[in-house]
């Protein structure tokens, strides 16, 4: 089998510097698929592909341009067909296209397989630009249907595929994503001691991890936190690691105002090394996401052994399992009554704690990768 395999979201994260889900995702991905391309008689091949110009070297090699704008590209497909001149070139070197990120092509005479993680932009257009954005979610939706088959990351995104986009069940798959191995790896004692002394932190805080955009319904952490008690939150601060995105000026002033009380630390950003150190040390991560598609940082959490308070929404419940505290995440009161329960019931965090352990172990790149396969062989069969 001969894959294209789609590097847009991978190539700027690249050039920016940082991977964002996507990015994470494609890397994995390509890494676990070509363990299996160097096994005798594979016959599995990949060749990189992504919208833009002046791509960056990648792992997986310098990526192919198929357009300069994937909007313009889009666009015109979506109006007048597929390119003649664009699929007849991938066509020659490619069995199937996977479009691992929104970036999906429109191709003659080549199978497309497309990732959909979840349709945040369609269902809350609140958290998304204004700017275009009823021509973009047209587009969007004509994009994704275009391909022979989609790719989701759990049966929640996959049913709001089936009732908002009209897509047959049967040709939708689930994959889920996996975890890294770095995130099982225990850090050693004394470093992550160094961490904790970086950060003026002690072990037992609660720790809120994501760049900061209305979604990740942070204004009620900081809610919870300001609610509980105060030697609570003296002994189990709140720290927040994110990145400013988006639609949070009015968090900022809250963030300061954390600090100065004493409460809490807001740390732009550190590196992985430190964030899994910290992940390690803290009481619980509270994850109480407005919408996830899938939520890894639940299972990446899972497997740093920390305990985890996510929301009871959206695809949570099905990734956390009874791994997790499921809270309703628009009550702060549910939040802080989460918070203090994880403090308060030390037996019971532990005994969560080591069924989260346990259920990381089930998401693997492996596993995701052996999915995925199945799904191009399942096409390239249908289509030839």
């Known amino acids: 089998m001969r894959i294209g395999l789609g590097t847009t979201v991978w190539a700027k994260g690249a050039k920016a510097g940082h991977l964002d889900g996507i990015g994470v995702y494609t890397q994995a991905l390509w890494r676990g698929m070509q363990q299996r391309a160097a096994m005798a008689n594979s016959g599995l091949s990949f060749t990189p592909f992504a919208f833009g110009r002046e791509l960056p070297e990648l792992e997986c090699g310098r990526p192919q341009s198929v357009a300069g704008h994937f909007s313009a590209y889009a666009l015109r497909a979506a109006l007048l067909g597929a390119s003649r001149r664009i699929s007849a070139n991938i066509a020659r070197q490619v069995d199937l296209f996977h479009a691992t990120d929104h970036h999906i092509p429109q191709l003659k005479d080549v199978p497309v397989v497309a990732n959909v993680m979840d349709l945040i932009p369609m269902l809350h257009p609140e958290w998304a630009s204004p700017t275009l954005r009823q021509a973009k979610n047209w587009l969007f939706g004509k994009t994704v249907r275009s391909a022979a088959h989609i790719i989701t990351i759990s049966e929640y995104s996959k049913r709001d595929l089936i009732e908002h986009l009209g897509i047959a069940a049967d040709d939708i798959s689930v994959t889920p994503l996996g975890v890294e191995p770095a995130y099982f ?8 001691q160094k961490v904790l002394d970086k950060c003026s932190l002690r072990p037992g805080f609660f720790l809120c991890i994501g760049t900061l955009q209305p979604r990740k ?21 709140l720290v927040v690691v994110g990145r400013v995105g988006w639609g949070v000026d009015e968090l900022l002033p809250e963030l300061q105002a954390l600090e100065s009380r004493g409460d809490g630390r807001w740390l732009d950003y550190l590196p992985q090394a430190d964030v899994l150190a910290l992940l390690q040390s803290a ?15 639940v299972i990446e959490a899972f497997a740093a052994r920390c305990p985890v308070i996510t929301s009871n929404t959206t695809s949570l419940p099905e990734v956390a399992g009874e791994a997790a ?16 329960a994880t403090v308060e019931n030390p037996d019971l965090t532990a005994q969560r704690v080591t069924q989260g352990h346990l259920r990381a172990q089930t998401y693997s790149w492996d596993a995701c990768c052996g999915n995925t396969l199945d799904v191009y062989r399942k096409v390239i069969a249908q289509y030839h």
Not at 218 to 234: F, I, N, Q, T, Y
Not at 283 to 288: E, K, L, Q, R
Request: aromatic share 4%; proline share 8%.
């Open 185 to 192: 790896q225990r850090i050693d004692g004394q470093q992550r």
């Open 217 to 237: 319904n942070l204004g009620r952490v900081l809610a919870a936190h300001r609610s509980l008690p105060e030697d609570v939150r003296k002994a189990h601060p």
């Open 283 to 297: 009481g619980a991560m509270v994850f109480p996401s407005l919408y996830e598609g899938f939520g890894l940082p």
């Open 325 to 340: 505290l499921l809270v309703n995440p628009l009550d702060d009161s549910d939040i802080a009554a989460a918070m203090l």
